[in-house]
């Protein structure tokens, strides 16, 4: 679960970095190809990572993106705060994703061991 909501978070992400372009350009009057590069680069890296979470070091990327966007605001300032709210949102994914998991992994280890003496049918009894 963590992997799915961690994804969904990068997909949402990946359409913000995606419109901040334009906001770059036109409001902070940034360089029009490091705009291009920043933001679309940004948005198609969020879209990778996002398949990556399956694979190890995904989720590493994934906080390393976080700081990427935060970091945008050193061009435009308003992602400051865009940025450092998607990064409480992608912990907040990552943390109740992992608490699903680990709750999901506890109820089948527990599903199992009651299971178990069931599929005897009995036969412990003499």
Known sequence: MRARLCAAMLF???ILLGLSTPVMITVEDVDRG??????LGLAVACVLVAGLLRRPGGFALGHA???????????A???YFVGGLFALLWWGAYRL???VDSDR????A??????EPQENGGAAEV
Request: proline share 3%; hydrophobic share 65%; net charge negative.
């Open 12 to 14: 949402f992400e990946a």
């Open 34 to 39: 490091l705009a291009l590069w920043l933001g």
């Open 65 to 75: 993106l976080q700081v990427a966007a935060i970091a945008l605001g050193l061009l």
């Open 77 to 79: 300032p308003a992602m």
């Open 97 to 99: 994703g992992g608490t």
């Open 105 to 108: 992994a506890r109820w089948a």
């Open 110 to 115: 527990e599903a199992e061991q009651t299971a």
